[in-house]
């Protein structure tokens, strides 16, 4: 067991210069676990301002856990405490099967929340600067010296430091130098629309207001596609992520090159979602006026993690990308951070490479498996109608391996949610 007040210890090795490329959610993560052992941090991000997509997301106990013991303080953050998983059938709303947490601070350590991007965002940036972070916007990482080592940043300026640690995203520029060729992440074959709508509008609609007042993560499950949503900031706000697979639309296909679009009008939801259960059609009526449309990608295994030189490290979606079906992205990431600040925090200069490798041995298995286990959800999430999809109806049910559903056997949701990244 790691001690609760473990974030207040500072590691005994050497202070390390470290720069951090990228300031999304694996990137400020990394640096608030590196700033807490005292070494001196830069975040270089490409972008001006800082912030995240309009969107939810959830922060399971595998996650909070860190964030409750590295100081990240959650008190204004506005959050819903996690009911568990309901799964309904996509024509009628019948339901399949409610996976409640129980008590997820009893059995897994930590609670499980569901939240906005832009507020859990804001706290990371808030702790990272309250820790000494430096953070430089509009300052886009254009090449490196792997030797020195240096970020190179557009326009020519020079960044040296002892570490870099590229959480650049899923479209990493930085991945293919670690592995000697080109690797470009997956395209999984399916997109998704991610919505926001205002929770009164649900709350005044009594078939929707269940939706709000009991906050489950609901998943309908149809043919090629599944639709799920969540209360966020204690339900002034409804998250809804309709994913689908790509050649299911009817319309205009993503152009190459193409990654996210803005769009405009809900028509294709209507088209596409035009045989599902009522709730669906009238969550699609509420999605507004502009919302985003993804493509998914992800990769299985990236070899290289720990750049040969051995003063650059991979992190976060830059290494792991993932299918968002385990909402376990971002808690990846922080896992990745945690335990890259515990091999450092006993490190020296001359020890680097031994330190990263043993961040690469612990940190690879485990990414991975979550990242297959995507995979298996897309799958049974996106079954037709027929004896396959009967299976699944009834495996649903049980707490058994051939569960299809990861959160439905006890011994996987353990091996997920009661993981402790720093207890090693
Ligand atoms: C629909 C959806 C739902 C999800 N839900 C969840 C969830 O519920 N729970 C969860 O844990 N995860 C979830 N995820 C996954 C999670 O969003 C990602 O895993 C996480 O955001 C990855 O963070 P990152 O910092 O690695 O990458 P990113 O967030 O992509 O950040 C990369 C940063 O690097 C910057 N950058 C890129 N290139 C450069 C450069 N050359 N120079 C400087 N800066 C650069 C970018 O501007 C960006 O700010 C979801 C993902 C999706 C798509």
């Given amino acids: ?53 309009g969107a939810g997301m959830r922060i399971p106990p595998n996650c909070f856990k860190i964030l409750r013991r590295w100081g990240v303080d ?34 897994f350590g930590g ?26 916007g509009g300052h886009r990482v254009e090449e490196y010296d792997w030797n020195t080592p240096a970020a190179i940043v557009q326009g ?50 009594p078939d929707m207001r269940d939706l709000i007042s009991q906050p489950w993560v609901t998943s309908w499950c149809g043919p090629d596609a599944h639709v799920i949503g969540y209360p966020v900031r204690g339900g002034e706000v409804y ?61 299985d295994l990236v070899d290289n993690w720990v750049y040969p030189t051995g003063k650059a490290v991979l992190l976060g979606d830059a290494v792991h990308p993932m299918l968002p079906y385990m909402s376990s992205g971002a808690a990846m990431a922080c896992e990745d951070a945690a335990v890259l600040r515990k091999v450092l925090s006993t490190a020296t200069k001359d020890s680097l490479q031994t330190a990263l490798q043993k961040y690469q041995s612990l940190r690879q298995p485990r990414a991975s498996k979550v990242q297959k286990a995507g995979r298996v959800l897309q799958e049974a999430y996106h079954l037709p109608d027929g004896e396959a999809q009967r299976d699944r109806d009834i495996w649903i049910l049980k707490d058994d391996e051939r569960n299809p559903i990861y959160w439905g056997h006890k011994a996987r949701r353990q091996w997920l949610f009661g993981h402790d990244a720093e207890d090693f």
């Avoid at 804001?122 to 309250?130: E, I, K, N, Y």
């Avoid at 205009?252 to 259960?277: A, H, T």
């Fill in 1 to 53: 067991m790691v001690d609760q007040d473990s974030y207040l210890h500072r590691g005994d090795g050497v202070r390390l210069d470290v720069v951090v490329v990228g300031a999304g959610l694996g990137g400020l993560l990394a640096a608030i676990g590196l700033a807490l052992d005292n070494h001196r941090v830069t975040i270089l991000e490409q972008a001006t301002s800082f912030g995240e997509v």
């Fill in 74 to 107: 959650i008190t204004y953050l506005k959050k819903t405490y996690s009911n568990g998983n309901r799964f309904l059938r996509y024509d009628d709303g019948s339901t399949l099967a409610d996976m409640p947490h129980g008590v997820p601070e009893l059995d």
């Fill in 111 to 136: 609670s499980y929340l569901m939240v906005h991007r832009a507020d859990y965002h804001s706290v990371l940036l808030d702790r990272a600067r309250a820790l000494g972070v430096v953070i430089r």
């Fill in 156 to 205: 020519g300026l020079r960044v040296p430091a002892d570490l870099i640690v590229i959480a650049d995203g899923v479209q990493s520029s930085a991945r293919a130098a670690f592995q000697g060729h080109e690797l470009p992440p997956t395209d999984t074959g399916d997109i998704v629309y991610r919505i926001l709508i205002p929770g009164q509008d649900l709350l005044s609609d």
């Fill in 239 to 299: 998250n809804v992520v309709f994913c689908c697979s790509e050649k299911s639309m009817q319309d205009r296909p993503f152009q190459p090159g193409e990654n996210k679009l803005v769009i405009s009008d809900n028509s294709e939801l209507r088209r596409r979602f035009s045989d599902w259960e009522p709730r669906v059609k009238k969550l699609i009526e509420h999605s507004g006026k502009e919302f985003l449309k993804w493509r998914l990608y992800d990769l």
